[in-house]
């Protein structure tokens, strides 16, 4: 009996793919060790930020109503009381007609409401103990305020936020030496293939490397997933199975095959999956990209992609990286897309979607365009490599001239909700 095969769009088969996924559980990990990661909890701040008044600049700590008229040809003499370094406690207090020399991050002293800046100084160079201010203040003027940045009791990071440089520096502040965050997803990577053979392999006649199991895990890894990368799956059913079961038993979350999802006599992969868990098999309505699976081995998921290098690669950007994000938890899956104008020729595809490898660029008038990295065969890895976006051909019949607008999915740019 002929094998059912769905045929569908690509935000259809996206979809159908994210809502049978769940987000992993969380696990609290040292502050450094969260960068990259996605919290799993809401962040309140349990004090100001800064939670004391402080100088933004080095400079004089002064009542602003004393030197509301200075000017550099009407200097404003002060006494200079005492001077204030960041970590040390404000004692003495600013009275009418004086000074305190204070370094940035010092407390403000009492009696104080503004800081003049040493370059609006002569910094003491006239008379001892005396500093002449050239330009006045306002009230608050270099000032930090007491929970200007974050007050308490605010939430400053929300759950499913992406920790970067800025947010590790934010949780430092906070105090928090560790934070609790979503487990990164565990991704069995499996190339199937009698013709492969292993990077470090020597080639021999009808055989060619293994590169779909390393780009592939090389993507995993850059979406925050943890590539298990497991041998070559020979064409037989017993090589297919061992590698399932290898994966099973390295607590995969997830499985991702290249090959063997297609229509010929040697895809295993299709009666594999079927024999151990519930497997639906897609035409999926794309160019490169076409043949897909997707299911549940024992109930992990399992996301089949196609055997070609760029079909692989691009397909793995429409479908496995929005699924690895939001095994994350992250909210952002969607890959942004700018206008631009085609500078080729390109052919469309009157059924699929065609994902063209493009180099994107701004013109002399900040304008979008999108010039193609040369031939687009679903075998060319060194078109990916030059490419930083896919210029997308919608549906349609013939040829898409150069000139026209298409919109271009920008691979390097950060996720978007």
Avoid: C
């Avoid at 160079?125 to 940045?149: H, T, Y």
């Avoid at 759950?159 to 965050?181: C, D, F, H, I, Y």
Wanted: charged content about 25%; cysteine-free.
């Amino acid at each position: 009996m002929p094998e059912e095969v769905l045929f569908m769009e690509v935000w259809q088969a996206r979809e159908e793919i994210l809502s049978q996924l769940q987000v992993l559980e969380p696990e609290v990990v040292p502050v450094l060790d969260a960068l990259g990661r996605t919290l799993a909890e809401d962040i309140a701040a349990d004090e100001d930020i800064p939670p004391f008044e402080n100088s933004a600049m080095d400079g004089y700590a002064v009542r602003s109503a004393d030197v509301a008229q200075a000017a550099p040809h009407a200097p404003v003499a002060l006494d200079v009381i005492a001077s204030l370094a960041a970590g040390e406690a404000a004692g003495e207090a600013v009275r009418p007609q004086t000074a305190i020399r204070i370094m940035t991050g010092a407390p403000m002293p009492p009696g104080a409401d503004a800081v003049v800046p040493f370059e609006d100084t002569d910094e003491g160079s006239g008379e001892p103990g005396r500093v002449r201010i050239l330009r006045g203040v306002r009230p608050g003027a270099n000032v930090r305020r007491a929970g200007e940045d974050v007050r308490r009791g605010e939430v400053v990071l929300q759950r499913g936020t992406l920790l970067r440089p800025p947010e590790v520096g934010l949780l430092a502040s906070l105090g928090r030496s560790q934070v609790r965050v979503t487990r990164r997803p565990r991704v069995a990577v499996i190339a199937t293939g009698d013709e492969l053979v292993d990077i470090a392999e020597p080639l021999t006649p009808g055989k060619i490397r293994n590169s779909n199991g390393y780009s592939n895990a090389a993507q995993v890894r850059k979406y925050g997933g943890e590539p298990l990368l497991l041998p070559i799956a020979r064409d037989t059913m017993t090589a297919v199975t061992a590698r399932i079961e290898e994966g099973l038993a390295r607590g995969a979350d997830l499985f991702l095959t290249s090959g063997g999802v297609s229509m010929g006599d040697y895809d295993l992969v299709k009666r594999v999956l079927h024999d151990l868990g519930h497997i639906d098999f897609w035409q999926v309505r794309m160019q490169p990209g076409k043949p897909m699976a997707f299911g549940h081995i024992r109930g992990i998921p399992l996301i089949g992609l196609p055997g070609n290098p760029v079909s692989a690669m691009v397909a793995f950007e429409q479908f496995a990286r929005p699924a690895i994000l939001k095994m994350q938890g992250r909210r952002a899956l969607r890959k942004p897309e700018v206008e631009a104008t085609l500078l080729d020729d390109a052919k469309a595809y009157g059924d699929r979607v065609r994902f063209l490898r493009a180099i994107v660029a701004q013109d002399v008038a900040g304008q979008w365009t999108a010039r193609l990295t040369g031939p687009q065969g679903s075998g060319i890895l060194s078109s990916m490599v030059r490419a930083n976006g896919l210029a997308i051909i919608p549906k349609q019949e013939g040829k898409v001239p150069a000139g026209t607008r298409v919109w271009v999915q920008m691979l390097d740019w950060p996720e978007v909700e």
